[in-house]
């Protein structure tokens, strides 16, 4: 039995799974807490990268899908890093202090990111740090900021924009009772070294966060993205897109498909049949009918909703069909509700150009 130290003070708290950790032992009762601001969750195995230098905003601005150029010490943003085909390579939430932008990436994406930026540097004034090891995130739904990190005077305290279109994005979703509404998200950045300290408050586990985000329909790159992935098909053009900045690396694809095309997928919170007590797997089978037309993207236990997911499925696939899931242990019905419709996009109504040679009356 190893004696080694939890990677996170917050393993070994009681009943703690996983580090961090997954829940306390009472996952439904953690979402509660969460849900009404109530707790905290350690989001330490999160990246946080740092960019300095006076060119940093304009820099990042002429690379990514957001318009960041002016963003004001404390002000949140998030922006997306697109492929020369405007597929999803990056999602970075980032807010700036008046001298750094601090970009908040999950793990994986972190050594890539950093990599990529670096290249792209030339000779402009920015430079790049990967301080996750000075810096830690901790997730909220409530007002936990006085615990944020302030080293250069402004609290950093990142606020989800998920929670209405942002100036220049768009939305898909219907508005009417669009669950955004109640997600009152945020990252706060803290000193690693208070992690220890921090494990007086309230806890919730990443079970409960990740069954907070499936119902506000909040896409997240490592569940939802996959190598195809166009921020059309997530609605992601709400929070992290504007339509009309200057030119960025795949902002021809995404300005042709919101003006003219069809995003080819769709993504839906679908609400699960619970009966077999199981949950579906990322990358578990939506079928409809025979028909394989796409797959689970993310799956939790609601404290209200019972068993949802997140799927990316085929634009034709009716919005009134009943779906069926495969996953290892069970197949279960799943009944739709449309986050990203099948008419989406589209928006210029370019009226429809009459073939050569074709006879007029």
Known sequence: MSTEAPVTPFAALPGAVGAPPQHYGAPLREQKALAAGEAIVDLS?????????????????????????????????????????GRLEHAIRLLDDGVTTWLLVDAPQADALRAWLD?????????IADRSSEYA????????????????????????????????????AAE???????????????????????????AAGTLALEALRIAAWRPRLVTEADDRTIPHELDWLRSAVHLSKGCYRGQETVAKVHNLGHPPRRLVMLHLDGSEGVLPAHGDAVLDGEREVGAITSAALHYELGPIALAVIKRSVDPAATLVVHAAEATMAAAQETIVPTDAGAEANVPRLPRLGAVHR
């Open 119 to 127: 290249r792209m540097r030339f000779m402009l004034r920015v430079e």
């Open 176 to 202: 009417a009772g669009h669950p955004s509404a109640d997600w009152s998200y945020r990252e706060i950045v803290v000193a690693r070294e208070t992690l220890a300290e921090l494990t007086r408050l309230p």
């Open 45 to 85: 195995d999160r990246a946080v990268l740092a960019l300095t230098g006076d060119d940093r905003l304009s820099w990042l601005d002429s690379l990514t899908s957001q318009s960041i150029a002016r963003l004001q010490p404390g002000e949140s943003a998030e922006t997306l890093l697109l492929d020369p085909t």
């Open 137 to 172: 995130t901790i997730g909220s739904l409530g007002s936990f900021d006085e615990i944020a990190a302030a080293p250069n005077g402004v609290p950093l305290v990142w606020v989800d924009p998920w929670r209405a279109v942002v100036r220049g994005g768009h939305q898909y």
